[in-house]
T-cell receptor, first 113, second 112 residues
Framework: NAGVTQTPKFQVLKTGQSMTLQCAQD?????MYWYRQDPGMGLRLIYY???????DKGEVPNGYNVSRLNKREFSLRLESAAPSQTSVYFC????????????FGPGTRLTVL | SQQGEEDPQALSIQEGENATMNCSYK?????LQWYRQNSGRGLVHLIL?????REKHSGRLRVTLDTSKKSSSLLITASRAADTASYFC????????????FGSGTRLQVQP
């Protein structure tokens, strides 16, 4: 099992450009999450998907959209990138809402100039 | 805003010493979890303590939870250089989404 995979690992964008961060898990988990981590801080929830076909906003959703393409894949899209979106983005999955532990991907380091 | 506040923000100890990290949170929880993050990597789950538990052990890890004070501590005994990492507490709240809310973390440096 690869666990949770994220692509790309690194990305540099100019202000106003768009991009999609990809996340996939091969553990047959129902719930998936997108977090961002800014320097010296913990993770903040952007969006989550409790199950295939559902998505909901987290703590900091502005400027982002998500798609739960199928049970395996959960993508995060920046339509018009801003310097404030410079961060490390982590995808995570969880077997279901009643399960406890979350499994994290390795992260995508995004810089917006 | 973040649920948890961790203390200290940074900790430097010698190999073999014990490391204690504290976490405070604000709202009622189902459970509290501790995660570890090596530099440049994703988070790895270490241990979970439920709201009706007061203490839990796993190997060299000991976690306590005081729900009346809304606080938890993580003790790493006989630390090793390989324990150098950032440690985060995360609370699993009682809202429907069951998403974790993370503290700001403690950076632990274990000197060989």
């Amino acid at each position: 099992n690869a666990g949770v995979t994220q692509t790309p690992k690194f990305q540099v964008l100019k202000t106003g450009q768009s991009m999609t961060l990809q996340c996939a898990q091969d553990m047959n988990h129902n719930s998936m999450y997108w977090y961002r981590q800014d320097p010296g801080m913990g993770l903040r929830l952007i969006y989550y998907s409790a199950s295939e076909g559902t998505t909901d906003k987290g703590e900091v959703p502005n400027g982002y959209n998500v798609s739960r393409l199928n049970k395996r894949e959960f993508s995060l899209r920046l339509e018009s990138a801003a310097p404030s979106q410079t961060s490390v983005y982590f995808c995570a999955s969880r077997p279901g809402l009643e399960a406890n532990e979350q499994f994290f991907g390795p992260g995508t380091r995004l810089t917006v100039l | 805003s973040q649920q948890g506040e961790e203390d200290p923000q940074a900790l430097s100890i010698q190999e073999g010493e014990n490391a204690t990290m504290n976490c405070s949170y604000k709202t009622s929880i189902n459970n509290l979890q501790w995660y570890r993050q090596n530099s440049g990597r994703g988070l790895v789950h270490l241990i979970l303590i439920r709201s009706n538990e007061r203490e839990k052990h796993s190997g060299r890890l000991r976690v306590t939870l005081d729900t009346s004070k809304k606080s938890s501590s993580l003790l790493i005994t006989a630390s090793r250089a390989a324990d150098t990492a950032s440690y985060f507490c995360a609370t699993d709240g009682m809202t429907g989404r069951r998403a974790l809310t993370f503290g700001s973390g403690t950076r632990l440096q274990v000197q060989p």
